[in-house]
């Protein structure tokens, strides 16, 4: 059993997609930015970084694993799925897992936070990470005018960045232009497993989701 601590985040989802691709039992447990409970003490063992997701497996020994992409890895690696055991195709599916832990998030995650909640608006930052999303968003347009799904094959690297492209109108991004990104986020959203983890956990009033996210962004 895989003990989930979560929020209604593109982070988050990344991990509540991937149980529910897996089939594996989980139980959520819902963190609230209001009562900063991700810095609670308790959870502080758990990830000492403070930030969500976070799993336990309890069936191995109540081993915490935090980061979201290493969170990807522990789990396909536990099930046997989504990420090939040969070396080549192996590399692929993390290259392109990087690329979204290292470029996708961190590039958008920025453009959210002056586009939408810094008190400011420093019209600066606002097109500087606008348009490196935006650019990052046209290089996986063209990778995949070639392949279905980003390492060929659907992976954890989709799963990676699936949760944070959907968001691209929240960040001010536009996709217009960009049809092989447009096939591969409307296949990504038909699958079941998807719209299932997308709702998890469910959400709390938006008012409060908003005050979170800021919160959690700009410190």
Avoid at 11 to 17: C, D, L, T, Y
Avoid at 21 to 44: C, I, M, N, R, W
């Amino acid at each position: 059993m895989i003990d989930l601590y979560t929020a209604a985040t593109p982070n988050g989802h990344k991990v509540s997609i991937v149980l529910e691709e897996l089939g594996l039992p989980y139980t959520v447990h819902a963190l609230s930015f209001d009562k900063k409970e991700q810095k609670s003490a308790d959870f502080l063992k758990i990830n000492p970084n403070g930030r969500i997701p976070a799993i336990v497996d309890r069936a191995n020994g109540d081993f915490a694993v935090f980061e979201s992409g290493a969170i990807l890895i522990y789990l396909a690696e536990l099930s046997g799925k989504l990420l090939p055991k040969d070396p080549k195709g192996r590399s692929v599916v993390l290259q392109w897992l990087m690329f979204q832990m290292g470029g996708i998030g961190p590039m958008q995650g920025q453009a959210n936070v002056f586009f939408r909640y810094f008190p400011e608006k420093l019209q600066g930052a606002i097109d500087r990470y606008q348009h490196e999303t935006r650019r990052l968003y046209e290089v996986l347009d063209t990778r995949l005018q070639d392949v279905e799904f980003l390492a060929g094959e659907y992976s954890i690297a989709d799963i990676a960045t699936f949760p944070w492209v959907r968001g691209y109108e929240w960040s001010g991004v536009s996709v217009d232009g960009l049809p092989a990104l447009q096939r591969w986020m409307a296949t990504m959203e038909a699958r079941p497993a998807v719209q299932r983890g997308l709702l998890v956990p469910e959400r709390i009033d938006d008012a409060s989701v908003v005050k979170g996210a800021q919160a959690m962004l700009i410190r």
